[in-house]
């Protein structure tokens, strides 16, 4: 069982940044593929970034790519999104996901995710 704590959301006008972290807690982090996803009021949830293990590689939906960076530290158990020239368009719940194959993320097969965070509310103003 691996549990995730998000943190780092809040409000934050079109343009700006935030950084949301991620800590995780119970098996060992690094055997795990890291993600996050998000979720809009109406829609489905949706792919933002993967990062793989080692952290050697990144994946990244179209439509934050070139915006946000997905980073981790092993020692630290934590993953972070830094999300930077923020839109309204990517006003959301975040979520934090694990899974041990960086390639169920990267194959869009989501629902192979082992385990999900709680969330973390994002809201960017126009």
């Known amino acids: 069982q691996v549990h995730m704590v998000e943190s780092g959301g809040g409000l934050v006008q079109a343009g700006g940044s935030l950084r949301l972290s991620c800590a995780a807690s119970?098996?060992?982090?690094?055997?795990?593929?890291m993600g996050w996803f998000r979720q809009a009021p109406g829609k489905e949830r949706e792919f933002v970034a993967a990062i793989s293990r080692s952290g050697g590689d990144t994946y990244y939906a179209d439509s934050v790519k070139g915006r946000f960076t997905i980073s981790r530290d092993n020692a630290k158990d934590t993953v972070y999104l830094q999300m930077n020239s923020l839109k309204p368009e990517d006003t959301a719940v975040y979520y934090c996901?694990?899974?041990?194959?960086?390639?169920?993320?990267?194959?869009?097969?989501?629902?192979?995710?082992?385990?999900w965070g709680k969330g973390t509310l994002v809201t960017v103003s126009s």
């Open positions: 996901a694990a899974d041990p194959d960086f390639r169920t993320y990267t194959s869009g097969a989501y629902y192979g995710v082992d385990y």
């Open positions: 119970g098996r060992t982090f690094s055997r795990y593929a």
